[in-house]
């Protein structure tokens, strides 16, 4: 893809993503200030927000940047990796790092040691070549990654560099965090659980966009979903058959990539009707087996 600009490396809508990524900083930063004023009804409420943040934007402004860094500037791209990790509590080259292998696997089935190369694939915990039921692959992912430290030992094994930035980034968000807990322990305490919701989100989506897929098929290693509203504020992140198609498509660029995959030969991508995170709503899940779960018969 052509550089599109002095400023952006990919194209001038990425100044959406990056404006939002430093909205949520900003918003968060507000919230803790706030945080004396606010009645607890508001603090709940804005806790419940905060969740669904980290859920939104690691599946879109996170997403995105990992496949398209947004600027032409590696300084600025460097700010926003710090910037996605302080927001999202997650060091953004450890992030990318895992996303990438999840490529490489594309919610892969175990081989016959029992291994995925994918390590959030839906498959690993599951049996009998089906997917893990939902509520144990989201309720239970956060707890399954790898720590920061292995995280980091597995990046360094091939790119030092990059380990080194990746445990910089944890180091600040440490850091950070520690002063926030000194100033406001309460702020910290309660965003804690609501923190670990954020991340149960971006595995519901996860979830459903893969359950149902074909690992083995180019066309069908991602699930899609059209829904207009979805794909408005996650940035066509609903275009996961045509993501994982081609991963370096741009956001702005995948109902072209829809079109061009209808036109060649092929089975059509799997669909569901609603966003990823409400995947448990369409009756196509509801036939697709999972390990503890038989198919729906058919009539």
Do not use: C
Not at 21 to 40: D, E
Not at 102 to 111: K, T
Not at 142 to 154: C, L, M, N, T
């Amino acid at each position: 893809m052509r550089k599109a600009g002095r400023i952006f490396r990919y194209s001038a809508w990425d100044a959406v993503p990056a404006l939002l990524v430093f909205a949520h900083l900003a918003a968060l930063v507000a919230f803790f200030i706030a945080w004396p004023q606010l009645s607890w009804t508001a603090r709940l409420a804005g806790a419940g927000l905060y969740a669904f943040a980290i859920g939104w934007n690691q599946d879109s402004l996170s997403h995105n940047f990992i496949h398209n860094p947004f600027f032409t500037s590696d300084l600025m791209n460097r700010i926003t990796e710090f910037a996605l990790t302080l927001e999202n509590g997650v060091p953004q080259t450890m992030y990318r790092y895992v996303h990438m292998r999840h490529h490489a696997g594309n919610s892969d089935r175990p081989d016959a040691k029992g291994q995925t190369r994918d390590p959030i694939s839906i498959y690993r915990h599951g049996a009998e070549g089906k997917a893990e039921p939902m509520a144990a692959y989201v309720l239970m992912g956060f707890w399954r990654d790898d720590s920061p430290f292995e995280v980091a030992r597995q990046i360094r094994a091939k790119r030092p560099a990059e380990a080194r930035r990746a445990l910089q980034e944890f180091w600040v968000m440490v850091a950070v965090y520690a002063v926030l807990l000194v100033l406001r322990w309460d702020f910290v305490l309660v965003l804690a659980p609501f923190y670990y919701l954020g991340q149960s989100l971006s595995f519901l989506i996860a979830y459903y966009e893969h359950l149902g897929a074909d690992p083995e098929d180019p066309r069908a290693t991602g699930v899609s979903t059209y829904e207009p509203v979805y794909n408005l504020l996650f940035l066509n992140n609903g275009y996961h058959a045509e993501h994982h198609y081609r991963p370096k498509q741009h956001w702005t660029a995948m109902t072209a990539l829809r079109r061009e995959m209808a036109l060649e030969a092929g089975a059509s991508p799997p669909v569901i009707r609603v966003a990823h995170f409400l995947g448990f709503l369409d009756p196509r899940v509801w036939r697709t087996p999972t390990a503890r779960r038989t198919a729906a018969p058919t009539t």
